[in-house]
Antibody, heavy 120, light 108 residues
Framework: EVQLVESGGGLVQPGGSLRLSCAAS????????MSWVRQAPGKGLEWVSTINYSGGTTFYADSVKGRFTISRDNSKNTLYLQVNSLRAEDTAVYYC?????????????WGQGTLVTVSS | EIVLTQSPGTLFLSPGERASLSCRASQSVSSTYLAWYQQKPGQAPRLLIY???SRATGIPDKFSGSGSGTDFILTISRLEPEDFAVYYCQQYGSSPWTFGQGTKVEIK
């Protein structure tokens, strides 16, 4: 059974930083692209970032480019998102999502999310 | 950027009725790259449909997808209580990968 468990969220002041983690199990982590998708309170879904299976290629939404960094440790089956220079508009639940079999930007399994709140 | 517009915003239906949800794209989307997700309150989204019409693993056949180009439809043939939720479309063929704003299916 595929399981994705996020952690690392919390309350942070504007301009602050956090490191989000996603522990994966139930599939061969090192062979799939992985992504972060966020959802602001009461709002829709927004793709944030994707990393390919090896970690050699990354993609970012314009809204986070230069502030967020996606990475992975295939030896630990873990995905990361370093979030810096946080703004109020970054407040959201951050979901980790597994890429599909043939399409890395199709999200076939999701974690339960970790809440990031940016407020002074 | 491909903008996806879902309609209606909210759909009021009774259990047993048929639901038809629309997703319209600002530019043509290869039918291979359109997905639908279901999200219930307090839960993560769940993939229902990919490639515009292929059901994901474990998804019952009451859910079906159709369409091509810029117009796509998600149909739920007979609504059951567990189907009342928010549904999102997503295109994954053109960066940035975008979602529609969602359609909420509520009990009438």
């Amino acid at each position: 059974e595929v399981q994705l468990v996020e952690s690392g969220g919390g309350l942070v002041q504007p301009g602050g930083s956090l490191r989000l983690s996603c522990a994966a199990s139930g599939f061969t982590f090192s062979t799939y692209a992985m992504s972060w998708v966020r959802q602001a309170p009461g709002k829709g879904l927004e793709w944030v970032s994707t990393i390919n299976y090896s970690g050699g290629t990354t993609f970012y939404a314009d809204s986070v480019k230069g502030r967020f960094t996606i990475s992975r440790d295939n030896s630990k089956n873990t995905l990361y998102l370093q979030v810096n220079s946080l703004r109020a508009e970054d407040t959201a639940v951050y979901y980790c999502a597994k890429g599909g079999e043939s399409y890395g930007f199709l999200f076939d399994y999701w974690g339960q999310g970790t809440l990031v709140t940016v407020s002074s | 950027e491909i903008v996806l517009t879902q309609s209606p915003g909210t759909l009021f239906l009774s259990p047993g009725e048929r639901a038809s949800l629309s997703c319209r794209a600002s530019q043509s989307v290869s039918s291979t790259y359109l997905a639908w997700y279901q999200q219930k309150p307090g839960q993560a989204p769940r993939l229902l449909i990919y490639g515009a019409s292929s059901r994901a693993t474990g998804i019952p056949d009451k859910f079906s997808g159709s369409g091509s180009g810029t117009d796509f439809i998600l149909t739920i043939s007979r609504l059951e209580p567990e189907d009342f939720a928010v549904y999102y479309c997503q295109q994954y063929g053109s960066s940035p990968w975008t979602f529609g704003q969602g359609t909420k299916v509520e009990i009438k």
